[in-house]
């Protein structure tokens, strides 16, 4: 049986998304369809929709969707009809890095989330006329009403969280916070400094405070940003606008430095301020993409003294086990994604891409009828 949907679709690279009907085919037996409810709009769609991340065209894109399973293939086991549910990135199960725990460094991570398409070359859209629509955009493509995933990367969420509200913990929200609870794993009274206040930041900022940190320090040229970081655990927040060295202010400031930093804006200078701001032996994870090849220059002698620099895709984390546990967090009111969170109709998303390319806005959700 097939369906339509309203989608938002990417017909030519670097213009507006436009909101079109959709034909979703019939579900083969490892396919649940979802009805969405709510998508967050993610840097890295913005990425792709500028043509830095190489997905063919027309596609749809979106990546941090929840909602409502409507109908699941004849293969699907544990999750039912009307299951409310937030949706990852795909990862293949079964490579060494996914039997390991460890799904975002999972040896088919591109074709499965950048294609465009099933893994047999398949498309799970289609335009009125009959051609295809790349869709499985990380699996789902939730840009759109409704869309095609499967149990790799559906994920049931708990009672008592709003599902339309949920999407943005299965990206942006889990890279942030996955990256200080999964890889950084701070010990009690640590200092950390996050550079870069959107989404990715504000996560890291709220699981910092869960960890326990003593010092935890938000920077950011958006002074509009820095009311939300303390209020969601920021002990102290700077502007690199301020002072002519914002790793050497970090330091002063600290007494040394901070023991971790976690950068979310992936350009030179800023992993060079974050590393600047370490002491030694120090960590810092950078986070934040950038379409194509993205080369940095870092000193040597600076990693000799101990300290670290870690990239991390995706928090690191399991969609299946960490997405719950942030949901759960959420539910009991220690990882507050309402806080960060303004809505749009998805009829208006052009004024929440307006918004979020703008910086008004830490976190933009498309909500559905």
Request: overall charge neutral; charged content about 20%.
């Amino acid at each position: 049986m097939t369906r339509t949907a309203r989608a938002a679709v990417l017909r030519e690279h670097n213009t507006p998304l436009r909101i079109e009907s959709i034909v979703v085919p019939e579900l083969r037996p490892d396919e649940i369809l979802v009805r969405i409810r709510g998508v967050g709009i993610c840097h890295t769609d913005l990425t792709a929709a500028a043509g830095g991340v190489p997905i063919p065209l027309p596609a749809v894109l979106g990546h941090e969707g929840s909602g409502v399973v409507a109908e699941v293939g004849s293969g699907i086991v544990g999750l039912r009809v009307g299951d409310p549910v937030v949706l990852g990135f795909d990862s293949c199960r079964t490579c060494r890095n996914c039997r390991r725990g460890r799904p975002a460094y999972c040896s088919r991570f591109a074709p499965l989330n950048y294609s465009g398409m099933r893994p047999d070359g398949t498309s799970v859209f289609h335009d009125g006329s009959g051609k295809p629509v790349h869709g499985n955009w990380f699996g789902q493509s939730s840009f759109s009403s409704l869309v095609v995933a499967t149990d790799r990367n559906v994920v049931r969420l708990p009672q008592g969280v709003p599902v339309e509200l949920a999407g943005p913990l299965a990206c942006g929200l889990a890279t942030g916070a996955g990256t200080v609870l999964r890889v950084l794993r701070p010990e009690s009274d640590s200092a950390i400094a996050v550079f870069g206040l959107g989404a990715v930041g504000m996560a890291a900022v709220m699981a910092a405070k869960i960890a326990g940190c003593g010092t935890i320090i938000g920077i950011d040229p958006n002074l509009r940003r820095h009311t939300s970081a303390l209020e969601l655990g920021a002990t102290t927040v700077m502007s690199p606008d301020d002072v002519d060295d914002i790793g050497r202010h970090v330091r002063r400031a600290t007494g040394g430095g901070v023991d971790f930093a976690v950068e979310s804006v992936g350009s030179e200078a800023v992993i060079r301020q974050a590393m600047s701001s370490l002491a030694s032996p120090g960590v810092c994870a950078t986070l934040g993409l950038r379409g194509g090849r993205n080369p940095i220059t870092i000193d040597q002698t600076h990693l000799l003294n101990g300290r670290t620099l870690t990239g991390v895709i995706e928090g690191d984390a399991d969609p299946h086990v960490f997405l719950p546990e942030l949901a759960a967090l959420w539910r009991d009111g220690r990882f507050p994604v309402e806080k960060i969170t303004s809505t749009f109709p998805f009829d208006k998303l052009d004024d929440a891409f307006a918004a979020v390319t703008a910086g008004e806005v830490v976190k933009a959700v498309l909500t559905f009828d």
